[in-house]
Structures are given as structure tokens and as C-alpha cells.
């Protein structure tokens, strides 16, 4: 499998590891209390139910996501991360709830396709998308 991102990030409610659904302890670069969304390029959300209900909840996930939205990155989520952009949607008093339109990247089901790693790459290229609607209207 080839590398998309070469200076990969993970961002977690607290230091330490996460743990991936095969048991894999992978390690935590920042804490999402000491680290804001403006300080990297794009937001790439992973699946997993345990992991968007509890990014849900975790006030300071759902800013992350929202800033990122607002400062026009690139936003991407697999699966069941889905849940934890349009929690930062509603957050934002988007009236359908959802943050949608260009740079904005959802993987529905489980599988990773060729299609989706390239519309991701695509979009994390493009770096910054300021022409999303209602920016201004967003506090973040």
C-alpha cells in the first residue's frame, strides 16, 4: 500500500496510543487540549464506531474539525468518521447539518478504494478552499 501523507499527524483526546481495530497501538503526536486545527493542512477523520461516539462528545474534537472547516481545509472521513463532521456541522448551526462542498470528503462503508485515496489526495493538494459558503457566519 503506497504512503498518501508524508508528515501524518495523530491527534487524540489525550497522550499516549490509540489503539486501531486490529489491537495496533499506534502513537499519539498531540492532544487535541494543546493543539489547534490552523496549525495543519488538512483533517482526515478515521472510521470506527467507539471512536466517532466518543470524538462526538469530546467538545474540543468537534472545534478541531469546525475550525478546520471555517479556515477552509481539507476534510476527510472513512466510515463512522462521518458522525464526527457533522457533529462540528451542527456545532456550527449549519441548518442541514452537515459541512459539505469542495475539499469536504466522506468514505461511505468500510472499504478504502482507489477512488476515495485519490479524491483525498486530490483535495489535500489543493490545500485550502475559501470559496465554502457562510464561512463568515461560523464561530470557531
Do not use: W
Request: with cysteine; aromatic share 6%.
Amino acid at each position: 500500500r503506497r504512503v498518501l501523507f508524508r508528515s501524518l499527524k495523530i491527534i487524540a483526546p489525550r497522550l499516549g496510543e490509540v489503539k486501531s481495530t486490529d489491537g495496533t497501538g499506534i502513537k499519539v503526536d498531540h492532544s487535541l487540549t494543546t493543539v489547534a486545527s490552523v496549525l495543519f493542512d488538512a483533517v482526515l477523520i478515521p472510521d470506527g464506531a467507539e471512536s466517532a461516539t466518543a470524538l462526538c462528545a469530546d467538545a474540543n474534537a468537534v472545534l478541531f474539525v469546525k475550525e478546520g472547516y471555517k479556515h477552509g481545509k481539507a476534510i476527510a472521513a472513512m466510515g463512522e468518521g462521518a458522525k464526527l463532521i457533522a457533529a462540528a456541522a451542527r456545532s456550527a448551526g449549519c441548518v442541514d447539518g452537515e459541512f459539505a462542498g469542495p475539499g469536504v470528503t466522506v468514505m461511505k462503508g468500510k472499504t478504502v478504494t482507489s477512488a476515495f485515496e485519490k479524491t483525498v489526495a486530490q483535495s489535500f493538494a489543493a490545500h485550502r478552499y475559501p470559496e465554502r459558503k457562510d464561512l463568515a457566519a461560523i464561530i470557531a
